[in-house]
């Protein structure tokens, strides 16, 4: 969408030490002002064009910052309320707002209008559902994206679970990412049918999983994949905390061709192994390992490479998709079936911007039941590498 700055309007207000009774009135108040905008003499006020709500908790200025643009660029072709929280965890009891809206004119209609409510929150008045509830825009989707690790426990963070559609996380990013990535998985198996889960590293993991499904594709590669007996996976850093994206990917993996954990996982040398069951009754070995990647600048728990090795149809298989090295945003995939020719495709890993992955995480993910399921067969999976 080309927005032009002219058919662009803006208003906003601030406030400090402010009751939460305030921030509403300024809000409906700020609302009522655009709706009366470019109205003519003879046509009613625009009506609320929001399309959603998006919660966003942040852990300092910075991220609040960083959430706030990504809103703003989604914002133009989703109209929405945006209402970014950030606790301050110094001694006080107050509350600091600032409020904006955007209005894009389009020519012969309403406008896209988006709004932004910003709260920094000290002490008791922190409660992450009281201060949300009275801001929600009526009637429309409510999702919740929190930066950094959510408080599994706490139960400030639970008691906003049931009211919202989708939670969003990036599980790479977890303070504890072991720890984070069950937490995680059993939030996702006790939320009711109407919610889901987002979470940003499944969508970088997007174009590992095309490649994968378009290389199987053809009618005379399919029963191959019913003939994988090992699946290898590297990975950036050392130890349980760097495992979760390797766990992801093949927890994808174990659900689309069924497999059933068998036994427990052996360790040894930087590698670690489960070992499961395909519907046929052969043995699956999964195994990773930890890489160093010389020059570094590649961050911990990356998924560097992924091979798969069987046999089907009175051919063997092997597979490998592996990240290059100097251009970390790109990786080759070879498919070597029997004796042919091994097939080489270049496979762009993309470099997405938040907002694009936000807004992909949004359409999916209030309810995409291959992430769920793939989240917890990557949590079985994780807790099996032991």
């Known amino acids: 969408m080309v927005i032009h700055p002219d058919r662009v309007s803006h208003v906003n207000w601030s406030g400090e030490n402010v009751s939460l009774d305030e921030v509403l009135y300024q809000v409906n108040r700020l609302r009522s002002e655009f709706a009366s905008q470019g109205a003519g003499d003879y046509e009613l006020p ?51 707002a600032a409020i904006q809206a955007h209005a894009h004119e389009l020519v012969d209609s309403a406008p ?35 930066l950094g690790t959510p408080p599994w426990d706490a139960e400030a963070f639970r008691e906003v679970l049931p009211g919202i559609n989708t939670l969003v996380v990036d599980s790479s990013d977890f303070d ?26 499944w969508v970088r993991l997007h ?22 007996g090992a699946v290898g996976l590297d990975y950036a850093g050392e130890g349980r905390a760097n495992r979760a994206s390797v766990a992801l990917m093949a927890g994808w993996l174990i659900d689309r061709l069924e497999w059933a954990l ?9 590698l670690v192994q489960a070992h499961y069951r395909a519907p046929s009754g052969h043995a699956v070995e999964i195994a990773a390992r930890s890489v160093q990647v010389e020059g570094g600048g590649v961050a911990d728990g990356t998924l560097l490479a992924l091979r ?14 592996m990240r290059d090295r100097l251009e970390m945003n790109r990786a080759s995939l070879t498919l070597e079936v029997g004796e042919e020719e091994p097939l080489r495709h270049d496979v762009p890993l993309g470099d997405s911007e938040d907002a694009e992955v936000l807004s992909t995480l949004l359409v999916l993910g209030r309810r ?19």
């Not at 995409?368 to 032991?386: C, G, I, M, N, T």
């Open 176 to 201: 504890r990412p072991y720890e984070g990535f069950l937490a995680l998985s059993e939030i996702a198996d006790n939320l009711q049918p109407y919610q889901g889960v987002a979470d940003f590293e």
């Open 112 to 146: 896209i209008q988006y709004e932004e409510i910003r709260l920094r929150v000290w002490g008791s008045r922190a409660r992450l559902r009281s201060l949300v509830e009275p801001l929600l825009a009526p009637d429309v989707l409510t999702h919740l994206w929190w």
């Open 207 to 228: 174009p590992w999983r095309e490649a994968l499904a378009q290389a199987f594709a053809p009618a005379g590669r399919v029963q191959l994949l019913r003939g994988i």
């Open 46 to 96: 625009h009506p609320r064009n929001s399309v959603m709500n998006l919660v966003v908790v942040a852990a300092d200025e910075g991220d609040a910052q960083r959430a706030a643009n990504v809103a703003e660029m989604l914002g133009t072709q989703h109209p929405s309320r945006t209402i970014v929280v950030e606790p301050v965890l110094k001694p006080g009891d107050r509350i600091d």
């Open 368 to 386: 995409d039941p291959v992430y769920l399921r793939s989240l917890r067969k990557a949590s079985e999976l994780l807790q099996a590498f032991q």
């Open 308 to 321: 798969l090795e069987g046999a089907g149809g009175g051919h063997t298989l092997h597979a490998e998709l």
């Open 262 to 270: 068998h036994d427990a996982s052996a360790k040894h040398s930087g």
